[in-house]
C-alpha cells in the first residue's frame, strides 16, 4: 500500500469540490485494510463519494475503498444470495443483476455511489429501499480488527437511515453486503406513479424487471443532473416528516400541500423539493453553487463552488423553509 500527499479529492466526490487529502491511500482488500488499522485508527473512509459535502481539506489519512467482486454464495430455483464487495459500482452492480435476470434492485438503477455505501443510509427510490434485499453487511471492526457481520435485523433500517449512521458509526468499515435476489417469480414495484405512466406510453402491460430498470432510468435522467455533467449528490435534504396537526395546518394553509401519509404512525411526510420550489429557489444560482431546475431537492456544483458555497445555499434554504413553513429540513449528505 502506498501512501501519497496532497491529492486533490474533486474527482472523488460527485459534487466535484475540490479540496486535498494531506495523505490518501488506496485500498484493494480486505487484508489490506487490516493491515493498514495496525497502524492508522483515525481514517477517513472514502467510497463513490456521492453523499458528501467536502468543506475543507481532509486532515486524516483517506482510505479510497476500491475492494471489488461479486459472488455467489448459493442459489435455488427461485432465489439467489449474492454478495459483493463495497467498491463495486453500484449502478453497474444493478445492471448486472438485470442481465442475470435477478430480481429486487431494478427500481434503485442508476443511483450514484458505491455498494459498500448502499447500507449506510438505506438508499431508496421508486417505492423501493435497499433493506428489502440486504441478508447482511460484513465489516471490518477497527478495535479488535476482525471481520464482524450484521444482519439485517441488526442494521436498523428506517427511512434514509441505519445503525452505520448511528451506534456503529466510525467504528466499523463495511466492505461487503449480501443480498437476496429473485430469480424467476420477482416482485415488481410499480405503483410509483411516473413509472406506470412511463410504462404506460410504451405499452407495457407486463413489465420485466428490465423494463422497470429502464423506465427508472429514464425518469431519473429527465429529473435529475448526471454528476458528470454538474456536480451534485442527489436529494440534499431529507423529506420531512411532521405529525398530524402541524400536517393540517399546513394543508389549511397551503392546499395543494403533496405529502405522503406515514404507513401506520400518524405522521405525514412533504417532498422537501415542494418546499424549497414554494421557497422560490427552484433553478436559483449564487455563483456557481445552485439549486438544480428540475428537482429542487438537488443542490449542484455549476463548475468551480466551493464546498462551503454549498453549505451556505443549503443553509439559506434551511433558514427559508423555516420562516415559511415552519418546517426545519434535515441535511441528508454528509457535511465534512
Ligand atoms: N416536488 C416539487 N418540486 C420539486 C421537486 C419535487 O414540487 O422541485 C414535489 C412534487 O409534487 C413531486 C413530489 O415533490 O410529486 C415528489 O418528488 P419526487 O417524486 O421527485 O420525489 P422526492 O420525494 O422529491 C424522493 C427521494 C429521491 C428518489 C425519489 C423517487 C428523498 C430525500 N429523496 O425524492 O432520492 O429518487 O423520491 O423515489 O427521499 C436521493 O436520495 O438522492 C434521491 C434522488
Redesign the pocket.
Known amino acids: 500500500m502506498k501512501i501519497e500527499q496532497n491529492i486533490s479529492l474533486k474527482k472523488y466526490n460527485t459534487f466535484g469540490v475540490q479540496v486535498y487529502a494531506k495523505r490518501f491511500v488506496t485500498i484493494h482488500s480486505f487484508y489490506d485494510l487490516q493491515e493498514l488499522i495496525k497502524t492508522e485508527k483515525e481514517l477517513f473512509l472514502l467510497s463513490g463519494g456521492s453523499n458528501m459535502l467536502l468543506i475543507k481539506d481532509i486532515e486524516k489519512l483517506v482510505a479510497f475503498i476500491d475492494i471489488k467482486g461479486i459472488s455467489i454464495d448459493k442459489e435455488d430455483q427461485n432465489s439467489v444470495h449474492v454478495t459483493v464487495n463495497s467498491g463495486e459500482n453500484w449502478h453497474e452492480f444493478v445492471l448486472w443483476c438485470i442481465s442475470q435476470n435477478y430480481g429486487g434492485l431494478e427500481n434503485l438503477s442508476l443511483?450514484p455511489g458505491n455498494v459498500g455505501t448502499c447500507p449506510i443510509?438505506n438508499?431508496?427510490?421508486?417505492?423501493v429501499e435497499v433493506k428489502e434485499t440486504i441478508t447482511r453487511v460484513e465489516c471490518l471492526e477497527i478495535s479488535s480488527g476482525k471481520r464482524v457481520h450484521f444482519s439485517n435485523n441488526e442494521c436498523d433500517f428506517g427511512?434514509?437511515n441505519s445503525i452505520f449512521k448511528n451506534e456503529a458509526k466510525g467504528k466499523n468499515i463495511i466492505t461487503s453486503v449480501s443480498f437476496q435476489l429473485t430469480k424467476s417469480t420477482h416482485k415488481l414495484n410499480t405503483s410509483?406513479g411516473?413509472i406506470e405512466t412511463a410504462l404506460q406510453e410504451k405499452n407495457i402491460t407486463n413489465p420485466t424487471i428490465k423494463d422497470i430498470s429502464d423506465a427508472v432510468i429514464a425518469i431519473?435522467k429527465s429529473?435529475?443532473p448526471d454528476p458528470k455533467e454538474i456536480g451534485n449528490?442527489?436529494?440534499f435534504?431529507?423529506?420531512p416528516v411532521i405529525a398530524t396537526t402541524q400536517f393540517y395546518t399546513l394543508q389549511k394553509k397551503h392546499p395543494t400541500v403533496?405529502f405522503y401519509k406515514v404507513e401506520t404512525q400518524n405522521l405525514y411526510k412533504i417532498?422537501?423539493?415542494?418546499l424549497?420550489?414554494?421557497s422560490g429557489f427552484?433553478g436559483m444560482r449564487f455563483g456557481d453553487a445552485g439549486v438544480h431546475t428540475?428537482?429542487?431537492?438537488?443542490l449542484v456544483n455549476h463548475g468551480n463552488a466551493t464546498g462551503l458555497e454549498i453549505y451556505q445555499l443549503a443553509q439559506k434554504i434551511q433558514q427559508t423553509v423555516l420562516d415559511k413553513f415552519e418546517i426545519f429540513l434535515e441535511i441528508?449528505v454528509n457535511v465534512i
Open positions: 443511483i443510509q438508499i431508496g427510490a421508486y417505492g427511512y434514509r410509483y411516473a431519473r429529473k435529475l449528490c442527489g436529494s435534504f431529507k423529506n403533496p417532498p422537501a423539493g415542494w424549497i420550489e414554494q427552484k428540475k428537482q429542487a431537492l438537488v441528508e
